[in-house]
Every structure is written in C-alpha cells, then in structure tokens.
C-alpha cells in the first residue's frame, strides 16, 4: 500500500497531499470527519510521486478528518488532518 502526507497540518485553506511511493493513476480523495461521514470527494489523478495534490477544504468546519486516498492499484490509505 501507498503512503502519502498532507501539509499543511493544521491548515485554514488548502492543504497538499504529496502522494510518497503510490503508483501513477486514478485515485479518489474523501475526507470524512469525526462522525465518518464523507464531506468531500473528489477525483485526482497521480502522475508520478512527486505529483502534488491540492485540495480547497476552507469551506469545512474546523475539527479533525480523515483523508482517504482509494486507488485500483494501492487500495487505501489514510492520514488525519486539523482544519482550523
């Protein structure tokens, strides 16, 4: 499985998945907060991994999430951020 990091954490707009060792393709983005509800979804694709995600959370309340990075090839992997 894929390994990645989110900067900055906490964060009060955007925060920046760096994909690490996952392998180029599709993946799909979820945030899910504390009461494991999906708040935002969204469909990147990782070109190599040095590949930069960039994802607006600014809208989200502030609290604790979880960020799920799904693809066919890595399955999933998870890491927690703090919105301010």
């Given amino acids: 499985m894929g390994t990645f990091t989110i900067a900055p954490n906490p964060t009060k707009g955007t925060v920046v998945l760096?994909?690490?060792?996952?392998?180029?393709?599709?993946?799909?983005?979820?945030?899910?907060?504390?009461?494991?509800?999906?708040?935002?979804?969204?469909?990147?694709?990782?070109?190599?991994?040095?590949?930069?995600?960039?994802?607006?959370?600014?809208?989200?309340?502030?609290?604790?999430?979880a960020c799920a990075l799904r693809s066919a090839s890595e399955g999933v992997c998870r890491a927690r951020f703090v919105k301010e």
């Fill in 18 to 65: 760096r994909p690490g060792d996952m392998r180029a393709g599709p993946v799909q983005v979820t945030h899910i907060n504390t009461a494991e509800q999906r708040v935002l979804t969204a469909q990147r694709t990782v070109k190599n991994t040095v590949d930069d995600i960039l994802l607006d959370v600014g809208a989200l309340p502030p609290g604790v999430y």
